[in-house]
């Protein structure tokens, strides 16, 4: 029997338009696991890598996670600083109401 350990990662990619005018959110939902080596239908990695990233800590209530997001943004910008584009949240407690989580926004 596989065990998850350790927090959920989400990997915002972008949103893209189809051609019929449909928006298309592109994003992984990732989760550490004990013992598990496949699953029919997703992709394991016994280890997942990125490149250096600007980075920020949150902790706070749910409703304001969105400034810590907008904080990097600004940052980037501030310091021409060019990203992917892509967003990592690791969301280390999550209560529905107080949120901690770190943001990693890969740069170019």
Same mark, same amino acid.
């Given at each position: 029997m596989t065990q998850t350990c350790g927090p959920l990662i989400t990997h915002a990619k972008g949103t893209?338009?189809?051609a019929s005018g449909e928006v298309s959110v592109d994003y992984d939902i990732m989760i550490q696991t004990i013992g598990l080596t496949h699953i029919a239908g997703y992709d394991v990695k016994?280890?997942?890598?990125?490149?250096?990233?600007?980075?920020t800590h949150f902790d706070g209530v749910v409703d304001d996670f969105h400034? *810590?997001?907008n904080k990097l *943004?600004?940052?980037a910008w501030e310091n021409e600083i060019l990203t992917t584009g892509e967003e990592y949240i690791v969301y280390i407690e999550n209560d529905g109401f107080h949120l901690i989580a770190d943001i990693f926004r890969p740069v170019r």
């Open positions: 893209y338009v189809t016994e280890t997942y890598k990125t490149g250096k990233c600007l980075y400034f *810590a997001q *943004a600004l940052y």
